[in-house]
């Protein structure tokens, strides 16, 4: 329930058509929504405003008044306006009842000329070589707004180049248009107020002091925020023109906050991972840690055949002998270590192999708990561990019955182990509890300590490689997509258990991760009414946020 | 910490912190100029130690060592000498009298110039040249605000006026006798003195006691038992227009004020002046500063404000202490601090030191470098300092003759004020005449009473022998140029340059404006290019740099008159000064804009035959043609997406139903 109080709206003339906005709206964001785009480096919207770049320049009129402070009421009924003749910024100016705006006249465009001509006298134009071509404001403004042609016959300023900013961030202070946006990102959203401007005039170059360098978990923001190139990232610096890159809308997997990003690859290959905007989960931000977290992906230890015994063996052969082995063992002598990691549909039919192996109690997820930094990184860094407790493959506390799984393991109570996407030896076994197991049933990506225990081993997908939903620590539900193939044989997670639960139980009927998320939503109520593609591309709110912590 | 800061060091840091109840990170300058004072220049560790000391980033005071040029990295001499660069002291050879103290020092600048040593640094800073002994060290520095008797040198903290290329050699043994402010000659019959009535006036000494016993603080007593609301509505009455530059009525500006709200008020005295061509301030933080005082303490309480700071330009060292021993002076005699003359009302003030930056002269650039940040003058709206000022309160900048005549209004009312002058444009000005005349110097005239030709010719004795009048900027080097000869239509009237009477409105319909009263005169003898040069290198120096067409432009403008001065000027390039100027002015953040745009505007528009003779070389010639973007639009056909292609058998079924 909105308990806000009621805003008024206020009349805004936008290029000749009167329309309504929210009394607080700034110029620049009515003209948006009015779909008459202004063009701006420094106006950022999560960002104060400082208007130093000049480019949001508008022609602004308010109505004509009477004498009396009354508008002058034209024959069109609507007040007549009266020109102010000086420019104004549209970025930090909040509408007023009657204001009118030009986004585009002779004296507009006559200052976006100026303004983009005097960005470019002193920029090196380096475009062929760099990293921002192809998503540079520069660029762009410039085709749109600029002159074909320099008159500048003079020397420019040089400034320092390939500045290390800090351990992930370069500078280019030549490319630099001083906008300001990291020195405000730092200091309003990380809270971390170590960039500045060092010199005075047209020598202002952006700078850290040497012993305070750009270390923070979020620099690299500053560079998704950077409108041209003069910040870059040192890890994707000169790897990859970014118009090659396909790019594929998903969420990060590094924490239960669920940022939402954008995976850039080309080829199968992943380059740069780069934050997308969703206010009701990170906003336009997202940390370092996360965003450089893929090279494992393609590591060439990946695994990428099913295993029996160390010997390789066709998929059904091993999905026939994980199911013979786990049918073999009475329910009370299985035990099954999830992961939180996992998507919803993979944790469904995790479920039902639960079920139909009837384990009862023996099965949980491995917490990973780290510290909140009070920013997007949540204390939980399992990305599902809400859907985890909301299929019931953990308790509310995650974790609680790795103790009971790890002594039966150890007093032999428990004679087979499956883990999906899990490292026992995380959960306090160790290989030689495991050596004891008469059946070892690992799914995973990479080599561990208890792939090299597998009795059966079933390569599968990482995160970027599948499809599929998670909810957040908050209780949103939000979607997986895939990116990049996964390499070798290894297979789709949900398609594995599926299989397993079918030659387990025999039944049928999934085809699709559609017709998983279908019986999952059948049959767990806060999915109800919801499939993959009503998840949209920012997500929905299953569960109250309070009731989801 | 490899070095160890004196005891008496840290007991002036901590007295100048204390001055800045609201935050500490104000402290930045005092303690950088503290810090230089002692130790000679700001080294790494200083910058490391003071922003420790003010729990600040290291990088915000990287920022201000950078920005403000006063402040050095490296040693300067043991005796440092800064010779004013700007357009008044050119005229009157400071170029020849750097050359001659570096000369006389024994530093090579030419070698040192081609050793790119004043790149070492920082990119805008002032270059400073040391002897190879550490004895001397040079400097060119911008406006030192002493036009009236360039060229002016400052030695250490001593200012040396009317200083010759051939005295260069005296500089540097300079004592402290030597370098007095020089007596002036009693006023002109045509002056009305009232701001400056005790200026260079015999047996006046800026002390206490002779200010009391000239009938001084009298006007606080009166002002203390009216109301703020009845002073405020004096200051309106009077008509006083603020005396910076831009001429805006001081009591509409005070009115702004909403006394009693959740927020404390401040008042901040504007003496950072730096217009070049203007040095009246000066005289009353010199000679006068407990006028000033009484101006703040009753402008203070006509506000509420019960913190009022002076900022101080950093080239007045000398000033500074001045007006902190008249405010001690105040304190002790009970008209400062608590309870003032028993009324109930408390205010303090304090000295606030800039240290060589222009742009702190715009009130929310002073804002800003008072709270210890750059000097970035502030958006506005919102910004507008009666609302959102210094630490987000409300805030009233007056500069320091206005301050001054608030004194005056208490004492003979507002009505009577407004009779001084013309309507509109009440009560005296200060005009500071420099350049070309025989007398040059400050003038206090009643506003408008006086002819642009009577003061030329009458008061400041002319032209000097066999010179013609060629060019006048009216009000600080930002004004436009007047050029001698031109008439003016002003309500109907055509009057020439010399008939145009001094007076804000006037000078405004003439094109102009009235500024900081900062007169200049050019006489024939003076090239038009070279004159615009060295204002384009001021401004470019001064930019903030904060916003695009400023930052990029004033440097660009500087650029193409300095190649013309080498002969490489193209016939494009005074169009292109125009278009440049026209860029800037009314785009920029701050008036800015307009103070680095209007000189090239007026100068190239009125003198352009000078500048075409001097851009005559061919433009280089452009890329070779091949197409324009229009063209290049033009020639790509793009098939539409929904045109069949080849037959329509090929058309490929929609992926869903594949």
Same mark, same amino acid.
């Given at each position: 329930m909105s308990t806000a109080t009621e805003v008024p709206m206020l009349n805004v003339q936008i290029d000749g058509a009167w329309m309504q906005f929210p009394k607080g709206t700034r110029a620049i964001e009515a003209c948006r929504q009015a779909t008459k785009f202004i063009p701006h480096y420094c106006?950022?919207?999560?960002l104060s405003s400082p208007g130093n770049c000049r480019m949001c320049l508008i022609e602004m009129g308010l109505p004509k008044m009477t004498p009396d402070r009354k508008p002058v009421v034209g024959t069109d009924g609507k007040p007549e306006i009266s020109w102010i003749p000086r420019p104004q910024i549209s970025c930090a100016l909040e509408i007023t009842e009657g204001m009118a705006i030009r986004t585009s006249s002779p004296m507009v465009e006559e200052c976006r000329k100026g303004v983009m001509e005097f960005l470019l006298i002193n920029h090196p134009l380096d475009c062929p070589i760099c990293d921002q071509a192809g998503e540079c404001k520069l660029q762009e403004f410039s085709v749109e707004y600029g002159n074909a042609q320099s008159a500048f016959l003079d020397q420019k300023v040089k400034k320092p180049k390939n500045v290390e900013l800090g351990p992930r961030v370069t500078l280019d202070a030549e490319r630099c248009i001083l906008c300001t946006r990291c020195i405000r990102f730092m200091s309003e959203v990380a809270k971390d107020d170590c960039i500045g401007i060092v010199d005075r005039g047209s020598y202002n170059t952006i700078a850290c002091h040497p012993d305070k360098p750009l270390v923070s978990n979020y620099s690299l923001n500053t560079v998704d925020i950077c409108p041209v190139g003069a910040l870059t990232s040192t890890d994707f610096r000169f790897k990859m023109r970014v118009w090659f890159l396909k790019e594929t809308k998903t969420i990060d997997v590094n924490c239960g906050t669920g940022s939402n990003i954008i995976i850039g690859a080309r080829e199968n290959v992943i380059y740069r991972i780069t934050p997308r905007d969703n206010d009701a989960v990170n906003g336009c931000w997202l940390p370092d840690s996360h965003r450089l977290n893929f090279k494992y992906v393609n590591?060439?230890? #990946?695994?990428k055949q099913p295993m029996v015994k160390g010997e390789p063996v066709e998929w059904r052969t091993a999905i026939a002998i994980a199911a013979e082995m786990l049918k073999a063992h009475a329910s009370d002598t299985i035990a099954l270590i999830a992961s939180a990691r996992s998507t919803n549909e993979e944790l469904w039919l995790t479920r039902r192999l639960i079920e139909e192996l009837e384990i009862d109690k023996q099965h949980d997820v491995i917490p990973r708990a780290g510290e909140a930094d009070g920013l997007l990184v949540a204390a939980d860094r399992n990305p599902n561990t809400t859907g985890a407790h909301l299929l019931n493959?953990?308790?509310? #506390?995650?974790?609680?019955r790795l103790k009971k799984i790890a002594d039966g393991v150890r007093s032999g109570q428990i004679k087979a182990l499956v883990c999906l996407g899990e490292d026992a030896t995380k959960a306090g076994l160790t290989e030689d509890d495991l050596r004891k197991l008469d059946a070892l049933v690992v799914m995973d990506i990479l080599p561990n300590k208890t792939t090299a225990h597998a009795t059966v081993l079933l390569p599968a997908s990482a995160w970027c490689e599948k499809r599929g939903s998670m909810i957040n620590v908050k209780g949103r539900l939000q979607r997986l997509n895939k990116a990049v193939n996964a390499p070798g044989q290894s297979r789709d997670d949900w398609e594995i258990l599926r299989d397993l639960v079918q030659a387990v139980s025999g039944s049928n009927g999934l085809h699709m991760i559609e017709d998983v998320f279908k019986q999952m939503a059948g049959k767990v109520k806060e999915f109800d009414g919801l499939s993959l593609s009503k998840i949209g591309d920012l997500g929905v709110q299953i569960i109250e946020e309070e009731a989801a912590k | 910490m490899f070095f160890q800061v004196p005891a008496e060091l840290l007991a002036a840091i901590d007295e100048a912190n204390s001055h800045y109840p609201v935050s500490k990170r104000s402290a930045s300058l005092p303690l950088l100029h503290l810090w230089q004072e002692h130790f000679g220049f700001i080294s790494d560790e200083a910058i490391k130690w003071i922003a420790a000391k003010l729990e600040q980033e290291p990088i915000h005071i990287l920022e201000l060592v950078t920005f403000y040029p006063m402040f050095r990295r490296a040693p300067a001499g043991k005796r440092h000498i800064r010779v004013c660069r700007t357009l008044s002291c050119q005229l009157a050879g400071s170029y020849e009298l750097r050359d001659a103290v570096a000369k006389a020092a024994g530093i090579d600048l030419a070698k040192w110039e081609e050793e790119g040593a004043h790149h070492a640094n920082a990119g805008h800073g002032n270059p400073i040249a040391v002897s190879a002994d550490g004895e001397y060290s040079v400097e060119f520095v911008e406006c030192l605000a002493s036009c009236g008797s360039a060229p002016v040198a400052m030695v250490d903290d001593m200012l040396k006026e009317n200083v010759c290329a051939d005295q260069a050699a005296d500089l540097l043994k300079l004592r402290k006798s030597d370098a007095t402010l020089p007596k002036v000659l009693p006023p002109h019959p045509k002056e009305r003195r009232i701001v400056f009535k005790n200026i260079d006036r015999k047996g006046w000494t800026n002390d206490i006691e002779c200010y009391v016993r000239d009938g001084g603080y009298a006007e606080l007593k009166k002002a203390l038992k009216m109301t703020p609301d009845a002073i405020v509505g004096e200051v309106k009455a009077s008509g006083l227009r603020g005396? &910076?530059?831009?001429?805006?009525p001081c009591g509409t500006k005070w009115g702004f004020i909403k006394r009693g709200g959740p927020k404390p008020t401040y008042l901040i005295c504007n003496a950072d002046e730096s217009e070049p061509g203007t040095f009246k301030d000066r005289y009353i933080l010199h000679q006068d500063p407990h006028q000033l005082i009484e101006g703040m303490l009753i402008s203070c309480f006509a506000v509420d404000a019960r913190l009022a700071y002076i900022y101080i330009r950093g080239e007045f060292p000398e000033a500074a202490q001045i007006v902190e021993k008249a405010l001690a002076e105040a304190r002790a005699k009970g008209f400062l601090g608590k309870d003032i003359l028993g009324s109930g009302f408390d205010c303090e003030i304090y000295v606030h030191r800039g240290a060589g930056a222009y742009i702190c002269g715009e009130e929310t650039g002073l804002i800003e470098s008072l709270e210890g940040k750059r000097a970035y003058p502030r958006i506005k709206p919102p910004y507008f300092p009666a609302v959102l000022g210094l630490y987000m309160c409300p805030t009233i900048v007056n500069n320091v003759e206005t301050l001054c005549d608030v004194k005056h209004i208490i004492a003979m009312g507002g009505a009577e004020f407004a009779k001084i002058g013309k309507p509109n444009n009440t009560g005296t000005r200060i005009l500071c005449v420099s350049g070309d005349v025989v007398k040059p110097g400050y003038y206090e005239v009643e506003v408008g009473s006086l002819t642009m030709g009577e003061l030329i010719y009458d008061v400041c004795g002319g032209?000097?022998? &066999?010179r013609k009048l060629k060019a006048v900027i009216p009000g600080g080097s930002s004004a436009k140029v007047l050029k001698a000869g031109e008439t003016y239509n002003v309500k109907g009237k055509t009057i020439t340059l010399e008939e145009i009477p001094m007076d804000f409105d006037t000078i405004a319909a003439c094109g102009s404006m009235a500024g900081s009263g900062g007169v200049i005169v050019m006489d024939d003898s003076r090239g038009m290019v070279e004159a615009l040069n060295n204002i384009n290198e001021f401004y470019a120096h001064e930019s903030c740099g904060q916003c695009t067409p400023c930052r990029e432009g004033a440097l660009w403008m500087k650029k193409i008159t300095d190649r013309i001065l080498d002969g490489g000027g193209t016939e494009r390039d005074p169009d292109m000064l125009v278009k440049i100027g026209d860029g800037i002015a009314g785009k920029t953040i701050c008036a800015f804009g307009e103070a680095c745009s209007w000189p090239t505007q007026s100068f190239v528009a009125k003198f352009r035959d000078e500048f075409a003779g001097k851009s005559q070389k061919q433009i280089p010639p452009p890329m070779p043609p091949e197409y324009s973007p229009g063209e290049l639009i033009a020639n790509e056909t793009i098939e539409p997406v929904d045109a069949p292609r080849g037959n329509g058998s090929e058309i490929m079924a929609p992926a869903a139903t594949r």
């Open positions: 106006y950022h919207p999560k590591d060439e230890r #990946r695994l493959i953990c308790t509310t #506390r995650s974790g609680a | 005396r &910076g530059g831009a001429g805006f032209l000097k022998e &066999g």
